[in-house]
C-alpha cells in the first residue's frame, strides 16, 4: 500500500511539471498592440555595425510605418536629442506629427522617465512592440522593465541596431531568456495581418512591402492575386506580368499560364475578359516605357566606353612620354658617368707627373689639360643630409607668463655650461638651438650623434628651470600588410608586450611601438599593422625594400596614410567640412 501510495504521488508531481512546461504561443493582436519608437536617432544611427547601413535604415522607417498600417497607437521617445545624438529621422515625425514624443534628457532607462511610463499606461495595451539604438542598452533595458510591470514584449531584432553582431546576439539571448518575443519585421508584420484576406492584409500591405522589402511583394501579389484555388483574377494579369518581366528581364511571357478560360469562368460575363485585355494592354505600355529606358542606359553606357577609350589613348600617350623621359636620363647618365672618368684620368696623371717628373707651372697645366665644353647650368652645392638628425624638443608653452618662458639663448647657455663640466671638454658647443617656425613655443637642440643626443636630454630634463617639458623622440610609422595575427596578438586579441623586441631583432631595427589595424574581433589568420621606427632612414629603407619580417614571415610594406574620420556638426546632424560648432 505504501508502494501504491508513492507511486501515486510521482505520477501527480510529473503530470503537474508536464503542465507547467507546455508552450503556450502567443499571437499579437493589432487591437491590444502599442507601437514604440525608441532612441532611433540620426547621431545614433552611427553606432549601428551589425546591419548593412542602406538596408538598417529601411529597416527603422518600416518598423515605425508599421503604425500606419495597421493603425496602433505610437508613442516616440529621444535621449539627449539636443546633442550629439540627434533628433529622430524626419520621416518618422512626418508619419506621426500628433504621436506624444516623450524627450528624456538623463535617464537610460526610458521605462525610469515618469511622462513616458504614464504615456504607455494611458494607451492601455498589454502588447508592446518596439525597436531602438542601441539593442543593448535603450531596447533591453526598457523590455526587461515592460516584462517586470507584466506587458507583454515584442523586441525587434531587425530594427534595433548595436555596435557589433556579438553585442547584438547577447542582448537578444538576454531578452529572450527574459520571457521577451525577439522577432523580424516580416514575423511581425504577418502576425498583426493573420490572414493575407484580411482588413490589412494583402491588399495593404503591399505598398509597405514595395517600399522597405521588395523582395516580398511579389509574394504578397501572389496572395492578393490567388483565389479560388489559385486562379488569378484578369485584374491581376497587368501587375503579375510585369513583375515577371522585372524579374528576368525580357519579354518571354508564357500566357498558357494565365488559364483565361478559368479567369472567364469566375468572371461570369464578358467584361472580365474585356478588363483583362485593358490591364494586359497597360503592361505591355509599361513594358515599352521599360524598354526605353534601356536603351538611353545602353547608350549612355555606350557614351561611358567612348569616354574610357579617350582616357586609354591618353594614358598611352602619358606612357610614351615617360618612356622618352628615362631614355634621356640614361643618356645623361651615360654622359656623366664618361665625363667624371676623363677627370679622374686626368686627376690620376697630374698627381703622377707631380710625384714622378719636374714640377710643372700653373701655364704647363693649363695647356696640357684638354677642353672641356661649358656647361651653363651650375651646380649647387647639396644641403648637409638630415635624414636622421637626433633633436631634443624643449615645450616650454605651459608657463604662466610669457616673461618667465624660457628662451632660446638661456637653455642654450645652461645646457652648454653643463655638458662642458660634464664631458670636462671647455669647448663643447651645443650644434645648433632653434625655434619651430609652426610652434615658437617649441625649442629644439640638435645632438651630433646618439651618445650625446641623451646627455643633452638628461640635463635638459634635470637642469632647466621648472615647467617646461622635454618631449619624446619623433617616430616613423610604416604600414605592413599580410602579417601573421598570432605572431603579434596572443590569445586575447591583445598586441604581445615582447613584440616590439622581436620585430627590431628579426629586422635589425629600431621598433619604438606597434598598433594592429584591423579588426580584433575578426578572426583572419593574415592582416595589417602599423609599425611606428625611431629612424627616418630605416623607413624609408623598409618602404623602399617593399618587406618586413614578423613572426619568420614578410609581409609587404607601404607609407602609412592617417585617415581622419568623417566630420559630424552637432547642430545640422550633416557631415560636413564646416566646423561644428
Known sequence: MKFLSFLAMTLGFMAVAASEDKYVFERLDKNDALLLVVDLQVGLYNLARDFDPTLYRDQILAHAALGKVFDLPVILTTSADNGPNGPLPKEILEMYPDAPLVHRQGEVD????????????????????????TTDVCTTFLALSLREEGYSVWANVEA??????LVRDISNDRMAKAGVHTVSLFSIACDLMRDWRNTPGAKEMIPWLDKYFPVWGYVARAHEAAVNNGTIQPEQIAEILLMKHLERGCLAFKLTSLRPTEARKNSGSGSGSSDGRAMLQKALDLLAESRRETKMLQEGLKEQMEMTMELREAVAKQ???????GKQMMEIKDQMTEELQRAREQLETIATNATDGPQRSYADVTRLTPFLPRNDSRTLAAPPNLTDVLYCTIDVSRLEEDEARLSAGTIRTTVENEVRSELDNPTWRCRSVTSDPKNPHRIRITCRDESEHEIVKRIAETKLAPGPRILRDDLYPIRVDNVSRIAVLNERNEVRTEVTEMLGRENDTEVGKIAWLSKRDVPKAYDSMVV??????EARRFINEGFFVAGGESGTTKAFERRDRPKQCYNCQQITSHKAY
Open 160 to 165: 534595433s541596431g548595436t555596435t557589433s553582431r
Open 319 to 325: 606612357e610614351e612620354i615617360v618612356h622618352e623621359m
Open 532 to 537: 611606428y621606427l625611431k629612424k627616418r632612414s
Open 110 to 133: 526610458a521605462w525610469d522617465n515618469q511622462k513616458f511610463r504614464d504615456a504607455v499606461k494611458a494607451a492601455n495595451k498589454s502588447q508592446i512592440i518596439m525597436a531602438g539604438i
